[in-house]
């Protein structure tokens, strides 16, 4: 079963400044997507960035792009300029093509709790 | 407009009771999800809905039933409720079931089992 661990459970960043939330993944497939989703205190689930395991090219959206490192299972978020609209917490997510033979759907990690320190 | 929606945004109720989550998209979407976040936030998948059959079912007590009257909706059923089924859960949808469509996601549902 594919697994996604997110190492840091709180960071801390000052306003303007750079912050990077980490991910690994497990799996054993060779095409496959992989997504940052925001959650604010609304609850809201909100897309962030997404990347397609078969592109070299790092995803980049405004403020935010990814690090994907496809051999070493890698898959950081960095946030340049952090605003304090940024303050929720993060999920690192994976999806494979589905097999049929049971988890579909979204793997998320546990999450990471980012503060934006004025 | 918001693209997926969910009915009530609180539910609060006894052990024992029968409930239910409604949730709708308007995004023309052709498969749609349950997910549920424990109190610790972690998500997994229950359900997930493609052209109104069901196409995977996590390991979710039968206790819970999703059902579907149309490629829009897709509600959650859930007899006898116990404490433990307090969580957010919440809808999502993508185009198709395909790993390569973006899923969205509703606002979830707070419910509260006492």
């Known amino acids: 079963a594919q697994t996604v661990t997110q190492s840091q459970p709180e960071m801390s960043v000052q306003e303007a400044e750079t912050v990077t939330l980490s991910c690994t993944y497990d799996t054993s497939e060779s095409d496959y997507y992989l997504f940052w989703y925001k959650q604010p205190p609304s609850r809201q689930m909100i897309l962030v960035i997404r990347?397609?395991?078969?592109?070299?090219q790092n995803a980049t959206e405004n403020r935010f792009s990814v690090n994907f490192q496809k051999a070493a299972k890698s898959f950081s978020l960095k946030i340049s300029d952090s605003q304090l609209g940024d303050a929720a917490m993060y999920f690192c997510a994976y999806r494979a093509p589905y097999s049929g033979g049971g988890a579909d759907g979204l793997t998320f990690g546990k999450g990471t709790h980012l503060i934006i320190q004025p | 407009d918001t693209a997926v929606s969910q009915t009530p945004k609180y539910l609060v109720t006894q052990m024992g009771n029968d409930k239910s989550i409604k949730c709708e998209q308007n995004?023309?979407?052709?498969?749609m999800y349950w997910y549920k976040q424990d109190s610790k936030k972690f998500l997994k998948i229950m359900f997930s809905?493609?052209?109104?059959?069901?196409?995977i079912n996590e390991t979710v007590p039968n206790r819970f039933s999703p059902k579907s009257p149309d490629k829009a909706h897709l509600n959650l059923h859930i007899n006898s409720l116990e404490l433990g089924d307090s969580a957010v859960y919440f809808c999502a949808s993508s185009q198709g079931q395909g790993h390569r469509e973006t899923q969205y996601f509703g606002p979830g549902t707070r419910l509260l089992v006492l």
């Open positions: 995004l023309g979407h052709d498969t």
């Open positions: 990347q397609e395991a078969y592109k070299q």
């Open positions: 809905y493609n052209n109104k059959e069901l196409i």
